[in-house]
């Protein structure tokens, strides 16, 4: 699949801009703080309903504006999906496929699957199991909309049982509506637990060889799922932390606490890893989310590169550019170093001032 145009009004830096992409390489360049990641995000936002970045709606309109607008256009199989998102301030976002508005943001999903690598995503092997978890649940929710409704109530579920959990301390009786969570806790969080581990067995298949190349078949790559607890033991551990729970006014099973451990032939990276390794098994863990992508839905994702090659030494910039020959990629950058275009061929060409595109090939 991939973008056929963009246009943005009053998002973020820019007034009003529209972009027409190629369908192989596209270079976003310019000097820091422009807006070139800024259109990296409206493109995400078209696939997943939100930035990567983290931001609250109100904060991607543009300041002084009450509203702000994305449309983009994509080609999926050869049938075009135009999908217009309506940001405003004080309401929930307003979405639309085709003309049709959606009467849940979730329903987007899966319509475009957009992969973004970026600095910060370098970090995802030595950061905290939080970086890990978010990544999985980003990818399983565009790829599975079964798991999206299961971590979207699970969610639901430990928010509310925290909450009575509070109220216990003032009113004890409350206690007894506990069991009713619980059992909700379990049966949802058993269904993520699984899905995960189906999804921790599907990457692995893929990133040791892909590893294994970029580490010149030194180095093999494992990913282990460390689930928080076991399904089989899952209702009599939370039955057990009971009383640790209302102390602490906080649900401390589930797999809102799960963690994923990668392995560098069978030592962990995070704690062992130099620097070097933990930057080639993000890069694998990333090439490994495209070709599952390709392989679950028979169809290319869309690749944001957010200004990642500058933090890539050679032989990684290498591997990776030859790996995305022949995936849509949208690439920002500060500059037009030869290193690109001595390596890759590239289709269209923009730069990116105070808020300004200009097409310049």
Request: proline share 2%; charged share 30%.
């Amino acid at each position: 699949m991939f973008i056929k145009s963009l246009e943005l009004d009053e998002y973020r830096n820019y007034n009003n801009v529209n972009i027409i992409f190629d369908k192989g390489i596209n270079i976003l360049y310019g000097n820091n703080a422009q807006g070139k990641t800024n259109i990296l995000e409206a493109i995400y936002i078209c696939g997943t309903t939100r930035s990567h970045r983290g931001n609250k709606d109100k904060e991607l309109i543009r300041f002084g504006k009450e509203e702000s607008h994305i449309r983009a256009l994509f080609d999926k199989n050869n049938v075009e999906y135009q999908i217009d998102i309506h940001l405003r301030k004080d309401k929930s976002k307003g979405i639309a496929i085709n003309g049709v508005k959606l009467k849940k943001a979730a329903e987007l999903l899966g319509i475009a699957n957009i992969i973004i690598f970026s600095p910060e995503d370098l970090s995802i092997i030595k950061n905290g199991p939080s970086d890990r978890r978010r990544f999985v649940d980003a990818e399983l929710c565009q790829l599975d909309k079964v798991y999206l409704y299961n971590l979207t109530n699970y969610n639901k579920i430990v928010n509310q049982r925290n909450n009575l959990l509070k109220d216990i301390m003032i009113h004890p009786e409350l206690q007894d509506t506990l069991d009713v969570w619980d059992n909700q806790l379990i049966n949802i969080g058993s269904k993520i637990i699984e899905r995960r581990k189906i999804f921790a067995a599907q990457l692995n298949e893929i990133i040791r060889e892909i590893h294994s190349n970029i580490s010149g078949n030194k180095e093999v790559l494992d990913i282990r799922y460390e689930p928080n607890i076991d399904i089989d033991g899952y209702e009599e551990k939370v039955k057990r932390n009971r009383n640790k729970d209302i102390r602490y006014k906080l649900t401390s099973v589930g797999p809102h606490r799960d963690d994923f451990i990668f392995n560098i032939n069978g030592v962990d990276t995070k704690k062992y890893g130099s620097q070097g390794q933990q930057r080639t098994a993000a890069l694998s863990l990333k090439l490994a989310e495209i070709r599952l992508v390709e392989r679950l839905t028979g169809s290319t994702p869309i690749l944001l590169l957010d200004d990642v090659l500058s933090e890539l030494d050679s032989n990684r910039q290498n591997y990776l550019l030859n790996s995305i020959k022949d995936i849509q990629t949208i690439v920002t950058c500060t500059g037009l170093d030869e290193f690109i275009n001595s390596r890759i061929e590239i289709n269209k060409i923009f730069n990116i001032t105070e808020g300004t595109v200009k097409r310049e090939n």
